[in-house]
């Protein structure tokens, strides 16, 4: 890895650290805020499910603090304790999140289609991209860059997943959104603190982007450096 590189790895780092700091704290804000409609994540959950005609997908707790996901094979929305059971603004926003991916795999979303496609080609790269750029790195120095460019095209692949990623995550917020606000989920004073959290959420994947994109460009700089000596 290049000096340029390790840099800017570190300034990614320290953003995404920042980033992930400011949501841990939202959420332990938010959690404290209860509902007025009393309604755990779990009901929150099932209601917003049931109320888009989804009645294949279960709603279960798993372990974790932020462990909240939708498992498309498994067809589950998995809420961590705090959203399964808290009957806060925090946990109601995040619940209606993962369900928002529940609604996109039953209408067939096509970025989340596209991401689902784009797995098992990046968990292919994942494990051999480190070691094919690094390699690839030091045979450009005595001028043989094709393993370097192999190493840019499996990276291109994970920058391409943190891309298609944002519209499926923004989506799914909106989507949120919509259902808390227009079912009355959350009242007005609520609502605000909802979409508060889930924008600080969204961050996290726009840091994460960002970072990819920018060390894609530096790998890419490496690439024609080399060629040009």
């Known amino acids: 890895m290049t000096p340029g590189i390790f840099l800017v790895s570190i300034l990614f780092v320290g953003i995404s650290m920042i980033v992930s700091m400011i949501l841990k704290r939202k959420f332990t804000k938010y959690s404290k805020v209860p509902l007025i409609s009393g309604l755990s994540g779990k009901q929150i959950a099932e209601k917003m499910l049931q109320e888009n005609g989804i009645f294949d997908v279960k709603v279960v707790s798993v372990q974790g603090f932020l462990s909240d996901h939708y498992d498309p094979t498994k067809k589950t929305v998995n809420l961590s304790p705090e959203v399964f059971e808290g009957r806060s603004v925090a946990a109601a926003a995040v619940a209606a999140h993962e369900c928002g991916h529940a609604v996109q795999h039953a209408t067939a979303y096509t ?66 959104l919509a259902w808390l606000n227009n079912t009355n989920v959350t009242n007005p004073q609520e609502y605000p603190k909802a979409k508060d959290a889930l924008k600080w959420a969204a961050m996290t994947y726009v840091v994460a982007a960002l970072a990819a994109i920018v060390t894609l460009l530096q790998y890419v700089m490496v690439f024609l450096g080399s060629r040009d000596r």
């Open 111 to 176: 970025w989340l289609m596209m991401r689902s496609k784009l797995v098992p080609l990046v968990q292919f790269s994942a494990n051999l991209v480190n070691w094919v750029l690094l390699i690839g790195i030091f045979m450009a120095a005595s001028g043989n860059t094709t393993l370097l460019l192999v190493g840019i095209g499996l990276f291109t692949l994970s920058v391409l997943f943190t891309l298609v990623t944002l519209p499926v995550e923004f989506d799914a917020s909106n989507r949120a």
